[in-house]
């Protein structure tokens, strides 16, 4: 395996249960700096549980989850994000009426402390704006800075989801199905923006089809039933028997 | 922006020079329309800027109004020496603490439940304030004077309105400023989705907290100056209708738009003054325009001219104002024949008028609109139905008209945002 010193998120024998059902079964993962990493899964395995237990969402009911060596597991989802992890939605989730920079300026101001303050003009915040509007460029969305996000179309609105992740300048990223719902196209444009945005950063996305993440992804880990089935690179998923019967015969099938 | 700055001074003009031409009871009523306007201010930047809408703000008014007595009468008995100016803040103080405390557990809950445990609040102090004398001087309640200061003795309505005047300015002016500030952006984002900040970095219950407090302390200084003003307060002004009230001020007003609550709240003081002399059914009159505004203006007289102001460039300005005449003359229509139809009621229901039913028998005339009316017969209640009938023709055809003309326009706004478009070729 890896060398520890090189894992920036472990998660260690997980487990959660909802009402006496267990829907995570003793998950174990670990992120490496820097990589790419899909977690791939059939509706219903636990692929969104997982990621509100790593945000904060809620603790696990047994197990711990370290980000960059410390224990983040019963923290709070805002203390978590300070040390270093932001998450997108995969139910579109972000602040309608305001305008697209400043869904995005909300993050820039988090990641410079800014959160009490009563005493200065935001229009006036040089930097914090034009980070904010690099952001938001970067996203390609720059065009838009003025449009409230609820006025924006489907997939403007799922960059500007992967933008006000990125905003608060965590290092962990965690994007729950940034594709959901997009057409052929959209899912093009939207993978290759993610690769953009994310080089110097780790990842860990949601995806449902396979062949979404060959081309983007590092390591692939596989989530049935609460269970991580299997972990490795594109090509060792591919072939694995496990992972065929389990998950790629039913999408067959 | 540009037209904002001088229709404000413009504004502040006439709030200093008028009112000295006028009397006391006008000048009066001035006063309780500044109040009620920095109250309502106050109670939406919780409910439009922060997305809690709250049940209960009567009690940071009341418990403001009862600082400020309590300081009032410290002063006039010459425990203190606080000037007579900076009493308000007494009530701001109030409304901080009570705020922070009330806050801290009303904003564990979001949506219905924190309105109602808002609502629960204030109906616990409404219920409480009589039997605990020491702090709200029992059901008579506290009464003190204005002590005078620096020349002022502040014994004249109109001394008192330009002092509420300067203190409802400032605060308003504080409570705009709020808006712009980085935690007032904020705010916002904690209004359209509160989970979300959370994953941001920020702590949503402090937040709103926070929120709850700096609203409170406003509602606190305008309790504060009702105080000072009426020279007296007791536990009714911790009544629900004056929570509901300043809901109702904020959503006919508008909650959307940053002065629209103080338009409701203007408009209804100074028109509540104007009517509740003339009839006991303001109340009714006042529940009437309630709904017929969220019917058909769901975002309040401050929406509706924030739309037109949006859409300056492209409403046909010079086609408009025969279809809004002809809207607001078959309002007139319509409204005359509910206030007829009302105050008919009130006439023939009232105490007095049964008595002589009892009494003889018949059914006498009675007088309205100068004229006199026989209750029993078909003609006085024709009379209502002939005006109601056109009226409400009118009133939709000139809708439909309007509506026609906004519509028209949004198809323009398509053709000329396409515009650039196209002409970037040359
Ligand atoms: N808060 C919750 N309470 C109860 N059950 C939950 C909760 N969250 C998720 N579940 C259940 O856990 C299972 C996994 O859901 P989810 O993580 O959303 O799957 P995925 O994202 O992989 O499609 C589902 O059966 C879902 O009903
Ligand atoms: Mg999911």
């Given amino acids: 395996m890896t060398r520890n010193d090189d894992v920036v998120l472990a998660v260690r024998d997980v487990t959660k249960s909802f009402g006496g059902l267990e829907i995570m079964k003793g998950v174990n993962l670990d992120l490496c700096r820097g990589e790419r990493h899909a977690l791939l899964g059939p509706n219903g395995a636990g692929k969104s549980t997982m990621f509100n237990l790593i945000s904060g969402e809620f603790p696990p009911t047994s197990g711990t989850i370290e980000l960059q060596g410390r224990v983040i597991s019963g923290m709070s989802p805002e203390a978590i994000n300070r040390a270093g992890l932001a998450r997108s939605f995969q139910i579109t989730n972000l602040f309608a009426r305001l305008s697209a920079l400043e869904n995005i300026r909300i993050g820039v101001m988090a990641r410079h402390g800014i959160r009490f303050n009563l005493l200065r003009r935001v229009s006036r915040m040089k930097s914090i704006n034009a980070e904010s509007m690099q952001l938001l460029e970067r996203v390609r969305l720059g065009h838009r800075a003025d449009t409230p996000a609820g006025d924006m179309t489907y997939s403007e609105q799922r960059s500007l989801e992967i933008g006000m992740t990125l905003a608060t300048g965590a290092d962990v990223i965690l994007l729950d199905e940034p594709t959901a719902g997009m057409s052929r196209e959209e899912t093009a444009y939207i993978v290759d923006l993610i690769r953009e945005v994310t080089t110097d950063k780790t990842l860990i996305m949601v995806e449902h089809d396979m062949s979404v993440v060959f081309g983007l992804c590092d390591r692939i880990s596989v989530l049935v039933y609460g269970k991580i089935l299997a972990t490795g690179t594109p090509d060792e998923i591919r072939n694995n028997r496990e992972v065929q019967e389990a998950y790629l015969g039913e999408e067959a099938a | ?426």
């Fill in chain 2, 1 to 426: 922006m540009r037209y904002k700055l001088p229709l404000i001074a413009l504004l502040l003009i006439a709030l200093v020079a008028v009112p000295p031409l006028f009397g006391g009871g006008v000048q009066y009523a001035l006063v309780n329309a500044l109040i009620a306007s920095l109250f309502a201010a106050a109670f939406n930047l919780l409910m439009g800027q922060g997305g809690m809408l709250s049940f209960g703000h009567a009690a940071y008014f009341g418990i403001g109004a009862f600082a400020v007595l309590h300081l009032m009468q410290a002063v006039e008995y010459g425990y203190m020496g606080v000037p007579t100016v900076l009493l308000p803040l007494a009530g701001g103080l109030a409304g901080l603490i009570g705020g922070l405390f009330a806050g801290y557990f009303a904003t564990m809950r979001a949506g219905v439940y924190f309105s109602l445990v808002t609502l629960a609040l204030a109906e616990l102090l409404f219920s409480l304030a009589p039997h605990w004398e020491g702090i709200f001087g029992g059901e008579a309640g506290l009464s003190s004077m204005r002590m005078p200061w620096l020349g002022f003795n502040f014994g004249t309505t109109l001394e008192v309105y330009y002092l509420t005047l300067v203190w409802v300015v400032l605060c308003l002016a504080v409570l705009y400023a709020y808006t712009l500030t980085p935690f007032g952006r904020l705010t916002q984002a904690l209004r359209d989705n509160s989970q979300r900040i959370r994953y941001m970095g920020y702590n949503a219950h402090t937040t709103k907290v926070v929120v709850f407090a700096i609203s409170t302390t406003f509602a606190g200084i305008a309790g504060g100056l009702m105080a000072m003003s009426n020279e007296t307060a007791n536990y009714s002004i911790f009544s629900t209708h004056i929570s509901a009230e300043v809901v109702l001020y904020t959503f006919v007003g508008g909650s959307t738009v940053f002065f629209g609550p103080i338009i409701g709240a203007s408009i209804f003081t100074l028109f509540g003054f104007v009517v509740s002399g003339a009839t006991n059914a303001w109340l009714l009159y006042q529940g009437l325009i309630f709904v017929l505004v969220m019917l058909f203006a769901p975002k309040g007289i401050g929406g509706l001219i924030q739309a037109h102001i949006d859409q300056r460039h492209r409403l046909p300005w010079a086609r408009l104002p025969l279809p809004y005449a002809v809207l607001a003359g078959g309002g007139v229509f319509m409204s005359l024949a509910v206030v007829f139809f009302i105050q008919s009621f009130e006439h023939v229901l009232s105490n007095r008028y049964q008595a002589v039913v009892a009494r003889t028998g018949e059914w006498p005339d009675y007088h309205l609109f100068g004229a006199s009316w026989d209750p029993l017969s078909p003609v006085t209640w024709l009379v209502p139905l002939i005006l109601f009938v056109p009226g409400v023709i009118i009133v939709r055809k000139a809708a439909a008209r309007i509506h026609e003309m906004w519509e028209g326009q949004g198809a323009d706004v398509e053709k000329s945002e396409a515009a650039p478009a196209t002409s970037g070729g040359h």
